[in-house]
């Protein structure tokens, strides 16, 4: 890359940029940016962690949806909370640097600089997940699929409302769209943690090379050794590889 190609990256994406997950419920964004984080030395900000702040509710991210999601939507009725919440994950995100970002909305809200993440993943996988994933409930896998399913519709409608985004299908934002609904093919603990372990290091060099301003050629490089995972990086896309199913969510 040359000096002013590296520049010109560099003014979009200076050192220390902060990274916004995204993804519907389940899809493994909390996993992942957790794990990122950690590898990268970066600071970690949950909004569902804010979001509970916010409500006064005394319950640990890992456990609300699953355990309370009833509780939690009638406590953020209206849009007060939520409203809120997008004030102050901006404010972080200003604030901040090197951090990562576990978030629905932040890579359509923030200006930046800002590597913006989605996670895609398919209904089923997304409803296996939800099942491995409880400690104290004892959801079917059918009782799984539908709060994942409500819980997603909830928040699509909210951001339809109050910022003019379609959740399902805007992906215009994102930097890096990547799918790993084949990798977590049943629902069992085995399954989940093999999917993860194949994941994180795809997720790791993908959003390091971005962050350190690869050449397209190079993006392009990291792309076609993992056409199942990689949908998009920066303004590289594929179609889906065959046998993968990110499908749309509905």
Not at 140 to 148: G, K, P, T
């Amino acid at each position: 890359m040359s000096t002013a190609d590296r520049a010109k990256t560099e003014e979009i994406l200076p050192d220390g940029a902060n990274v916004a997950f995204a993804g519907l419920t389940a899809a493994g964004k909390t996993t992942h940016a957790r794990l990122l984080a950690s590898e990268l030395g970066y600071g970690y900000v949950s909004a569902t962690e804010v979001l509970l702040d916010i409500l006064g509710t005394p319950v640990t991210a890992e456990r609300a949806w699953l355990e309370r999601y009833n509780e939690i939507q009638r406590a953020r009725a209206g849009d007060a909370a939520d409203e809120e919440l997008d004030r102050r994950l901006l404010e972080l995100a200003a604030s901040r640097r090197r951090t990562v970002f576990d978030t629905w909305a932040l890579a359509w809200l923030a200006p930046g600089p800002l590597v913006r993440i989605w996670i895609e993943s398919d209904p089923p996988s997304r409803a296996r997940k939800c099942l491995v994933s409880q400690t104290l409930t004892r959801l079917s896998l059918a009782e799984c699929d539908a709060l994942v399913r409500e819980k997603d519709s909830h928040t699509r409608d909210s951001f339809a409302r109050r910022h003019r985004f379609d959740l399902y299908v805007a992906r215009d934002r994102y930097d890096l769209v990547l799918c790993n609904s084949h990798l977590i093919p049943t629902a069992d603990r085995r399954s989940a943690d093999r999917g993860i372990a194949v994941f994180a290091p795809i997720v790791h060099a993908a959003v390091t090379a971005l962050l350190g301003g690869w050449p397209p050629e190079e993006l392009a490089r990291l792309k076609r050794l993992h056409p199942a995972e990689i949908l998009r990086i920066g303004r590289l896309s594929t179609s889906r590889a065959a046998g993968t199913r990110c499908h749309p969510p509905f």
